[in-house]
């Protein structure tokens, strides 16, 4: 038990009486909780709750990890701040005073919710988790993978909701400026301070009806070329990767068309004799679906990056971690089914 000589006077350490440390006095109008609190430690508030929780200077030196000396000069600091003994010595043991024992409960409450506020996040409740989620990407990858991550969160988090956008414009930057959470697929976001997580790759097919002549037979550069074409582009562009890739072989195609989604560009390609363009695998579940035929291109293409990208100030999200998982393990389970 510490000694009552180590203890400090229920004075200041000067020899002088205590004074309480008196908050200037509001403005008109103003409320206690507006008003600064003139310098006062909040530290403080730490060493008195294992103080009153010890009832003695070198016990609660003990819980902290400080010397007896520190804890001591701060229990001065706090009978100058409050103008309350706080401790003083009966016999060989120290007993709080009534003001102590009136604000225990409270400065314990405030620490452990001080700890609450900078300890790190733990995981979310799912079952109660209600929030609304902006996800950018392309339409045919919310095709691939839509069924499957709705299913995920319908099971898990039934509160969830998905809000998918396409993906955005080179002027517009969604997850910078906060109206977007997640951009999947090829990512467009060029922000430097944007998280970018590459989780495979893909790679480009043409794809006609059934029955169209170029099933038939080889499919060479020269038939490839020869073939009336539709582009899905976004931004209404008529030309791409594959007029490159033709153009190094001394080729031209005829592109009739250009139009915003892969899902309008196959609709029209499964109704006529045009050649559309897809990704190979996660277009597998789209072509299925409308009976179109998968063709190898024959061409040297890039392949087509699929990734993950958010703003970091989502990094210790706890709910929107979560979601990045979810996301991650549909896209990769995508692509894994569309190499089979």
Same mark, same amino acid.
């Given at each position: 038990?510490?000694?009552?000589?180590?203890?400090?006077?229920?004075?200041?350490?000067?020899?002088?009486?205590?004074?309480?440390?008196?908050?200037?006095?509001?403005?008109?109008?103003?409320?206690?909780?507006?008003?600064?609190?003139?310098?006062?430690?909040?530290?403080?508030? @730490?060493? #008195?709750?294992?103080? &009153? /929780?010890? $009832?003695?200077?070198?016990?609660?030196? !003990?819980? =902290?990890?400080?010397?007896? %000396?520190?804890?001591?000069?701060?229990?001065?600091?706090?009978?100058?701040?409050?103008?309350?003994?706080?401790?003083?010595?009966?016999?060989?043991?120290?007993?709080?005073?009534?003001?102590?024992?009136?604000?225990?409960?409270?400065?314990?409450?405030?620490?452990?919710?001080?700890?609450?506020?900078?300890?790190?996040?733990?995981?979310?409740?799912?079952?109660?988790?209600?929030?609304?989620?902006?996800?950018?990407?392309?339409?045919?990858?919310?095709?691939?993978?839509? @069924?499957? #991550?709705?299913?995920? &969160? /319908?099971? $898990?988090?039934?509160?969830?909701?998905? !809000?998918? =956008?396409?993906?955005?414009? %080179?002027?517009?930057?969604?997850?910078?400026?906060?109206?977007?959470?997640?951009?999947?697929?090829?990512?467009?976001?060029?922000?430097?301070?944007?998280?970018?997580?590459?989780?495979?790759?893909?790679?480009?097919?043409?794809?006609?009806?059934?029955?169209?002549?170029?099933?038939?037979?080889?499919?060479?550069?020269?038939?490839?070329?020869?073939?009336?074409?539709?582009?899905?582009?976004?931004?209404?562009?008529?030309?791409?990767?594959?007029?490159?890739?033709?153009?190094?072989?001394?080729?031209?195609?005829?592109?009739?068309?250009?139009?915003?989604?892969?899902?309008?560009? =196959?609709?029209?390609?499964?109704?006529?004799?045009?050649?559309?363009?897809?990704?190979?695998?996660?277009?597998?579940?789209?072509?299925?679906?409308?009976?179109?035929?998968?063709?190898?291109?024959?061409?040297?293409?890039?392949?087509?990056?699929?990734?993950?990208?958010?703003?970091?100030?989502?990094?210790?999200?706890?709910?929107?971690?979560?979601?990045?998982?979810?996301?991650?393990?549909?896209?990769?389970?995508?692509?894994?089914?569309?190499?089979?």
């Amino acid at each position: 038990m510490h000694s009552a000589a180590d203890l400090p006077a229920a004075s200041g350490g000067d020899g002088e009486p205590v004074r309480p440390v008196v908050l200037p006095a509001a403005a008109s109008g103003e409320s206690a909780e507006a008003r600064p609190l003139a310098g006062i430690d909040l530290n403080l508030l @730490v060493t #008195l709750d294992a103080l &009153l /929780a010890e $009832r003695s200077v070198s016990g609660a030196a !003990r819980r =902290l990890h400080l010397t007896e %000396p520190a804890v001591s000069r701060a229990l001065g600091r706090i009978r100058k701040a409050t103008g309350d003994p706080i401790l003083v010595r009966a016999g060989n043991t120290m007993v709080p005073t009534p003001r102590a024992l009136e604000i225990h409960a409270e400065v314990h409450d405030l620490v452990q919710r001080a700890h609450g506020v900078f300890a790190p996040v733990g995981a979310p409740d799912l079952a109660t988790l209600d929030r609304t989620f902006t996800i950018l990407g392309s339409d045919m990858l919310v095709a691939s993978i839509g @069924v499957d #991550l709705l299913d995920r &969160l /319908a099971r $898990r988090a039934p509160r969830v909701r998905l !809000r998918f =956008l396409p993906e955005p414009t %080179p002027s517009a930057d969604p997850l910078r400026d906060g109206t977007a959470d997640l951009e999947i697929g090829q990512i467009d976001s060029t922000a430097p301070e944007i998280h970018v997580e590459t989780l495979g790759e893909d790679s480009a097919i043409a794809v006609v009806r059934a029955g169209h002549p170029l099933t038939e037979g080889a499919l060479t550069p020269q038939r490839l070329a020869a073939a009336r074409h539709i582009v899905a582009s976004r931004r209404g562009r008529l030309h791409g990767p594959v007029d490159e890739a033709l153009g190094a072989l001394g080729l031209r195609r005829t592109v009739a068309a250009s139009v915003p989604s892969h899902t309008v560009a =196959l609709s029209l390609v499964a109704r006529s004799d045009l050649v559309g363009v897809a990704p190979r695998r996660l277009g597998r579940d789209s072509l299925a679906a409308l009976g179109l035929v998968p063709l190898d291109l024959g061409l040297d293409l890039p392949s087509l990056p699929l990734g993950l990208a958010w703003h970091p100030r989502f990094d210790a999200d706890a709910s929107h971690r979560w979601l990045r998982a979810q996301v991650r393990d549909v896209i990769r389970g995508s692509i894994t089914q569309g190499e089979s």
